[in-house]
């Protein structure tokens, strides 16, 4: 193995290979080791943006309404006040309320914190820096989120309130119903790459912008369709009904108080950079810097330390694009009137639903009607196909290539290409 | 299969039964629902233990992820009260363990017919006890854990490509000759397909508003 690509081959490396000073580690111990550092790792980067997010919303939104935001706590841009909410959430009292199910009621918001902590499973960071890199990822991933609602729907349900079991309600319909969307928007850019390996799928597109793929022409229109129904799936503004505070009090909320209260808004924060990283990832090249500098790298250093150094720079590039999406759903928040209900629905099953399904054909569809015409699959940069076998963007074959048969969406799209030149 | 693994799928698998035993003890409904989630997701992850991910993911998405948020949903709709309880009579208790131990004697003879020694040595798509470490790292390539054990396979064969069967043929990319390949599932999942779609028309159909004839 030339890179340590997932938890799996981190296990084997502890096994085969072993640590410096106790030697080859048994299976097991090797397993338990490498589960560790991971959900250390994935742990630490889902506290931090809740912390970090909360910081900018406070200010972004200030500034947007002229005001300042907070100011003192921690020195000059009160870059602590995060840090000074949790230890005023965490002192608070943990209240239930006298008609809620209690077991339930207590339950609810660990149930979303796992869904949107296991969404990160799949997530990569950098070149093979995911926690496991595996070719169900996206699929997996979709089908995690879907369970955030289920906590949703605990929580509303068993708070034995009125207010709550609204908020549910809104919430639930609007999560199931802009999840078909979102789901059908994410495989639009699956199709032109090939593979649901969220770790493939960005590395078909480095080498620069040009191998993005929202610049494929279906593929940019799906990118913003995914990026609202990414947004109303994280209950952000303008899609946040269920907490709306005018009407409803806070929705699903209302009950909630201290940590569990807490537990809920880290969840939602983690969750919008889950879908801001996995748009990234689809549609906007990944850890690709755009100019083919981190490509330049790697095919200068294909292993040890200068790959390295390519794969921090890369996950600097993810976390700063990731960041970007998230201040923009930040911007949109403040900015955006609430919809009401019947306004969110019909959004997503009169206009959403028809149009991801358009540009979902007209993706299937685009390479094909290319290659007839102007006897290439793609306008602007290389066919997928052949960006994968060019040395130093992808040096990994898979077992199924070497026996002759490529993954299937490549071999569609390079053998379109081969046979069109004379 | 090692100690890890071992304690993980003991863990899961309790969890699963212990699951669906409160499913079947509990009354409240929200709380069999919620009983339900742990049996169907440590299922998933059962699935997971043994390579199969796709498989588990799909355990995810339909009955962790859809099925079960229908189903609080009906319940959410249809309570008369706050807490909706449940009170079954011994009658059912009776009709319902009968249909149990049918089950129990179905899964047990379908467990017990089958050779576990022949499948654990063939290249079996299912067979794959691969989580992890065993799995033997392909030279230059991805070992079978990482190419997502059979999610690249159940790809293929929708393809009409058997990895399975196919890859030991010896094809090359160099070879001209048209290799004999085995047929896959495309026309019996486009067939499952189109069925799956005219049920959902179906259902649409029958759950629209009925117009009243002005009369």
Same mark, same amino acid.
């Given at each position: 193995m030339d890179t340590l690509l997932a938890?799996?081959?981190?296990?084997?490396?502890?096994?085969?290979?072993?640590?410096?000073?106790?030697?080859?580690?048994?299976?097991?111990?090797?397993?338990?080791?490498?589960?560790?550092?991971?959900?250390?790792?994935?742990?630490?980067?889902?506290?931090?943006?809740?912390?970090?997010?909360?910081?900018?919303?406070?200010?972004?939104?200030?500034?947007?309404?002229?005001?300042?935001?907070?100011?003192?706590?921690?020195?000059?841009?009160?870059?602590?006040?995060?840090?000074?909410?949790?230890?005023?959430?965490?002192?608070?009292?943990?209240?239930?309320?006298?008609?809620?199910?209690?077991?339930?009621?207590?339950?609810?918001?660990?149930?979303?914190?796992?869904?949107?902590?296991?969404?990160?499973?799949? @997530?990569? #960071?950098?070149?093979?820096? /995911?926690? &496991?890199? %595996?070719?169900? *990822? +996206?699929?997996?991933? $979709?089908?995690?989120?879907?369970?955030?609602?289920?906590?949703?729907?605990?929580?509303?349900?068993?708070?034995?309130?009125?207010?709550?079991?609204?908020?549910?309600?809104?919430?639930?319909?609007?999560?199931?119903?802009?999840?078909?969307?979102?789901?059908?928007?994410?495989?639009?850019?699956?199709?032109?790459?090939?593979?649901?390996?969220?770790?493939?799928?960005?590395?078909?597109?480095?080498?620069?912008?040009?191998?993005?793929?929202?610049?494929?022409?279906?593929?940019?229109?799906?990118?913003?369709?995914?990026?609202?129904?990414?947004?109303?799936?994280?209950?952000?503004?303008?899609?946040?009904?269920?907490?709306?505070?005018?009407?409803?009090?806070?929705?699903?909320?209302?009950?909630?108080?201290?940590?569990?209260?807490? @537990?809920? #808004?880290?969840?939602?924060? /983690?969750? &919008?950079? %889950?879908?801001? *990283? +996995?748009?990234?990832? $689809?549609?906007?090249?990944?850890?690709?810097?755009?100019?083919?500098?981190?490509?330049?790298?790697?095919?200068?250093?294909?292993?040890?330390?200068?790959?390295?150094?390519?794969?921090?720079?890369?996950?600097?590039?993810?976390?700063?694009?990731?960041?970007?999406?998230?201040?923009?759903?930040?911007?949109?928040?403040?900015?955006?009137?609430?919809?009401?209900?019947?306004?969110?629905?019909?959004?997503?099953?009169?206009?959403?639903?028809?149009?991801?399904?358009f540009l979902f054909a007209g993706t299937v569809a685009y390479p094909l009607v290319l290659a007839k015409m102007f006897g290439q699959t793609s306008i602007i940069g290389a066919p997928a196909g052949e960006r994968l076998v060019q040395p130093g963007v992808a040096r990994k074959t898979t077992s199924l290539e070497s026996n002759g048969i490529s993954p299937a969406g490549v071999q569609v799209s390079s053998a379109s290409a081969e046979r069109s030149q004379p | 299969m090692s100690t890890a693994e071992f304690i993980l799928f003991w863990l899961f698998a309790a969890l699963t039964c212990g699951g669906a035993i409160a499913v079947c003890v509990s009354q409240n409904v929200v709380r069999m629902a919620f009983s339900l989630v742990l049996t169907l997701g440590s299922t998933a992850v059962l699935f997971l233990l043994l390579g199969a991910d796709f498989v588990g993911a799909t355990q995810l998405l339909v009955y962790v992820g859809g099925t079960l948020v229908l189903i609080v949903f009906g319940v959410m709709l249809t309570a008369t009260g706050p807490f909706t309880r449940i009170k079954s009579s011994a009658a059912d208790g009776i009709l319902s363990g009968l249909i149990g131990v049918i089950f129990l004697f179905i899964v047990a003879s379908t467990v017990t017919s089958v050779r576990w020694v022949d499948t654990d040595e063939e290249q079996g798509v299912a067979s794959k006890v691969a989580f992890g470490t065993h799995a033997k790292t392909v030279e230059g390539g991805f070992n079978p854990v990482q190419q997502g054990n059979t999610t690249r396979q159940l790809g293929l064969s929708f393809l009409s490509i058997r990895p399975d069967r196919d890859l030991n043929l010896g094809v090359t990319r160099a070879s001209t000759e048209e290799p004999k390949l085995s047929v896959g599932y495309l026309l019996p999942f486009e067939i499952v397909s189109v069925h799956l779609l005219v049920v959902l028309v179906g259902a649409a159909y029958l759950a629209r508003t009925k117009r009243r004839t002005k009369s």
């Open positions: 938890a799996n081959s981190l296990a084997e490396y502890l096994h085969t290979n072993g640590v410096p000073v106790v030697g080859p580690l048994d299976e097991s111990t090797a397993m338990i080791v490498a589960a560790v550092v991971h959900v250390a790792l994935v742990g630490a980067w889902f506290g931090l943006p809740a912390g970090l997010f909360i910081w900018a919303e406070r200010k972004i939104s200030a500034r947007i309404q002229d005001r300042l935001g907070p100011t003192r706590c921690g020195g000059k841009f009160g870059w602590l006040q995060s840090l000074a909410d949790g230890v005023k959430l965490i002192q608070k009292e943990d209240l239930v309320p006298k008609d809620a199910d209690g077991l339930m009621f207590r339950l609810a918001p660990y149930i979303v914190v796992v869904a949107s902590f296991v969404g990160y499973i799949a @997530l990569p #960071f950098s070149d093979g820096w /995911a926690a &496991m890199t %595996l070719d169900v *990822g +996206l699929f997996l991933t $979709l089908a995690v989120l879907s369970l955030e609602v289920l906590g949703v729907i605990l929580a509303g349900y068993s708070s034995g309130s009125k207010w709550a079991l609204f908020g549910a309600m809104r919430e639930g319909a609007q999560m199931v119903s802009y999840e078909i969307p979102m789901a059908i928007c994410a495989l639009c850019p699956i199709i032109t790459a090939g593979t649901l390996n969220l770790n493939e799928v960005a590395l078909l597109q480095s080498g620069g912008a040009w191998n993005w793929n929202i610049l494929h022409p279906f593929n940019f229109f799906a990118f913003f369709v995914y990026f609202t129904c990414a947004t109303a799936s994280c209950k952000r503004a303008p899609f946040d009904l269920a907490e709306a505070e005018s009407e409803l009090v806070a929705g699903f909320l209302t009950e909630y108080s201290g940590f569990r209260w807490s @537990l809920f #808004f880290l969840a939602e924060y /983690a969750s &919008m950079f %889950l879908v801001s *990283g +996995l748009a990234v990832v $689809l549609f906007l090249g990944g850890w690709d810097d755009g100019l083919g500098i981190i490509t330049a790298i790697k095919a200068a250093f294909p292993d040890g330390l200068g790959n390295f150094i390519a794969n921090v720079i890369g996950l600097k590039v993810f976390l700063v694009k990731s960041s970007i999406l998230v201040c923009v759903q930040i911007w949109v928040r403040w900015t955006l009137p609430r919809l009401r209900i019947d306004q969110v629905m019909t959004t997503c099953l009169k206009y959403l639903i028809p149009i991801s399904c | -």
